[in-house]
């Protein structure tokens, strides 16, 4: 486009396969807050599963149902790619103050999110990376770099049947003061309650929704070691029927680890090895 008013901010590309399930996600000169709660409900939007329009007596059904009978049905690969390109994500110390302290994080940014390759399932390219905090709202009269521009590259890989994170940069200069550390703090305490919140406001929104026995049957799963996110979702997906959940779970979610079990364990699966910072 040849003037900024006419150029495009936001595009969402959507391709739906049998087998593959592909977001393609571009912003553009865009200030994104980093909310949890809200960015929670997004992600619930993209991952949910449309209802199938076809009619059961077409041949697409009829082979999706011989698929199911016979247990042979894989699950979709689904691939997300996020390009961000000259954009800020803006994470405030305080949500409910519009001008309350905050951090800028200002790059050109490209990540691609494959849960089924194991191999590598996240990759992240952040180039002209900055960072600078500030007081919303009053950006220029109160930014104050932390980080100078840099080339940041982080990827999640499996090695020897260890998660490994690889982070890579070069010529890092960072600069950071005391009120900066009070704030980060401050932040990091927030995330967990954002989250904690985004997650009991998307149950109860299912539980107002469901049959009466709903929530007798999400018990029963969640005595197997599941969360109730993924009782709720299997439910969901079989229809209330309890044994297809339960066996739906198996082939789709992992059961919640024993922290009263081995330490050394929940070590070795939770571990991430940074290396070349």
């Not at 690889?166 to 309650?193: A, G």
Request: with cysteine.
């Amino acid at each position: 486009m040849s003037s900024e008013e006419d150029t495009v901010q936001a595009q969402v590309h959507h391709r739906r396969l049998l087998n593959m399930s592909k977001f393609t996600i571009l912003l553009n000169n865009m200030r994104l807050m980093a909310i949890l709660d809200w960015w929670e409900t997004v992600r619930d939007f993209i991952l949910e599963n449309p209802e199938n329009p076809c009619p059961a007596n077409n041949v697409l059904g009829v082979n999706r149902e011989e698929k199911k009978s016979s247990g042979t049905e894989e699950p979709v690969a689904f691939e997300m790619k996020l390009n961000i390109t000259n954009s800020e994500v803006v994470f405030v110390e305080d949500t409910s103050q519009w001008d309350s302290n905050s951090v800028i994080l200002k790059s050109t940014t490209v990540i691609t999110y494959r849960p089924l390759v194991v191999e590598k399932p996240l990759s992240c390219n952040l180039n002209h990376c900055e960072m600078f905090s500030c007081i919303l709202g009053m950006e220029d009269e109160t930014a104050l770099s932390i980080i100078d521009p840099v080339t940041v590259n982080i990827e999640i890989v499996l090695d020897k049947d260890v998660k490994t994170l690889k982070v890579h940069m070069v010529h890092l200069s960072l600069r950071l003061s005391y009120h900066d550390v009070r704030m980060f703090s401050q932040m990091l305490e927030s995330l967990p309650k954002q989250t904690r919140w985004a997650r009991s406001h998307s149950l109860q929104a299912v539980y107002n929704t469901r049959p009466a026995n709903f929530k007798g049957q999400l018990t029963k799963l969640s005595a197997l070691g599941f969360t109730e996110s993924d009782c709720a979702t299997a439910l969901e997906k079989c229809n209330g029927q309890l044994d297809d959940a339960a066996l739906w779970l198996t082939q789709h979610a992992f059961p919640v680890q024993d922290t009263s079990g081995d330490r050394n364990n929940t070590s070795v699966n939770r571990s991430f090895t940074v290396i070349e910072v």
